[in-house]
């Protein structure tokens, strides 16, 4: 059985920072695939970013817009960096896994295990 926490969020304005973190325990496989996921009222769930266990972070390209990904192998925490946050950045975020296997998509369904959620809200 695999736990995710995620923690960090919060308030703050427009142009302001938050770090998200993902405290993952339990049985966990050398090759697995951290994801972000978030969402907003009255939306669907979309995933932000991912990274899996060699560190190669799905969207190759991610980074763009402020917001980047980490982990922290040897305490298998994962962490989202949102800088630059906007308004529409709003939303509950969650932190997600899967494994075996490495990153190949952000679809919530191809995700086995979720953390409870964390509210991120910025105002203008």
């Known amino acids: 059985q695999v736990q995710l926490v995620a923690s960090g969020g919060g308030s703050g304005q427009s142009g302001g920072s938050l770090r998200l973190s993902c405290a993952v325990s339990g049985y966990i496989r050398r090759s697995y695939c951290m994801g972000w996921f978030r969402q907003a009222p009255g939306k669907e769930r979309e995933g932000v970013a991912a990274?899996?266990?060699?560190?190669?972070?799905w969207p190759a390209d991610f980074g763009k817009g402020g917001f980047t990904i980490s982990q922290d192998n040897a305490k298998n925490n994962s962490y989202l960096q949102m800088n630059s946050l906007k308004p529409e950045d709003t939303a509950m975020y969650y932190c997600?896994?899967?494994?075996?296997?490495?990153?190949?998509?952000?679809?919530?369904?191809?995700?086995?295990?979720w953390g409870q959620g964390t509210q991120v809200t910025v105002s203008s």
């Open positions: 997600a896994g899967r494994q075996p296997g490495y990153c190949t998509s952000l679809y919530p369904a191809d995700f086995d295990y």
């Open positions: 990274i899996d266990s060699d560190g190669t972070t």
